[in-house]
Each structure stands twice: as structure tokens, then as C-alpha cells.
């Protein structure tokens, strides 16, 4: 009876000549063997591990509200007068007005969101 997990039965051809990924070097693949050290294997998971990553940007066009004294920011996610993280409400600009920073979601009412039902035209 052949397992699922007995490589011997399931990996024909195991002991075949493989290149390492990291250093180039041929070896002798012994069961699941990916690397030809534990050094290069080890390796290969810090390039991988430590793979740059996308800085998150705040975006000019984003209002941000502080929790504790509701001062509003554009593009700033911390409260300068509180020095706590503001809370995002949404895209918006400087009120033309006032200049206060203000948002989409502020000018449209709840039922402006919602998707308009098409026109059924009868057939008679």
C-alpha cells in the first residue's frame, strides 16, 4: 500500500541532480531537498522574508477627524493638538468657503449613494 506521505513510494526520482537557487552549486536532492545546505536554506528565507515592502502613503486628498477634540485634517492622520491617530472619513478638500477641511461623505445625503433603478419601458 502506497501513502501520500511516504516519499520514498511517491517521489520517484528523488535522488536527482538539482542546481541550488541561492549559490548555483549541483547536489544531490535527498527527498523534499530544495537547497544544497542548511545555510543556503536559510538564506533563501531572509531574501524572502526581508522582500521590500510598499510604504503606506497618506494621500493629500483624505480627510482624517481626531477622536478626542473632532479638529479635522487634510492629509494629516495625527492630531496636532491631542497627539493622537485621527480616524479617516474619506476623500474630501478645503471647504471654498471657510477653507475647513471637508468631506464627499458630508455633502451627500445616505440615499444619494444608493444606485438609481433603471427605466423599465412596457412593451404593448
Known amino acids: 500500500m502506497i501513502t501520500v506521505r511516504d516519499?520514498?513510494?511517491?517521489?520517484a526520482g528523488a535522488a536527482a541532480r538539482m542546481v541550488?537557487?541561492?549559490?548555483?552549486?549541483?547536489?544531490?536532492?535527498?527527498?523534499?531537498?530544495r537547497f544544497c545546505s542548511t545555510g543556503c536554506?536559510?538564506?533563501a528565507w531572509r531574501r524572502h522574508r526581508h522582500a521590500p515592502i510598499e510604504a503606506v502613503v497618506?494621500?493629500?486628498?483624505?480627510v482624517y477627524e481626531?477622536?478626542?477634540?473632532?479638529?479635522?485634517?487634510?492629509?494629516?492622520?495625527?492630531?496636532d493638538d491631542c497627539n493622537t491617530?485621527?480616524?479617516?472619513?474619506?476623500?474630501?478638500?478645503?471647504?471654498?468657503?471657510?477653507?475647513?477641511?471637508?468631506?464627499?461623505a458630508d455633502l451627500l445625503t445616505p440615499n444619494q449613494f444608493a444606485q438609481p433603478t433603471p427605466n423599465r419601458s412596457r412593451r404593448r
Not at 58 to 62: A, K, L, V
Open 7 to 11: 516519499d520514498s513510494a511517491t517521489m
Open 66 to 79: 481626531c477622536p478626542t477634540c473632532d479638529a479635522r485634517y487634510l492629509g494629516d492622520q495625527r492630531c
Open 20 to 33: 541550488c537557487p541561492v549559490c548555483s552549486a549541483t547536489f544531490e536532492r535527498g527527498g523534499r531537498q
Open 58 to 62: 497618506t494621500r493629500s486628498d483624505t
Open 85 to 104: 491617530w485621527c480616524r479617516r472619513i474619506g476623500p474630501g478638500g478645503n471647504c471654498p468657503c471657510c477653507d475647513e477641511p471637508i468631506a464627499i
Open 41 to 43: 536554506r536559510q538564506t
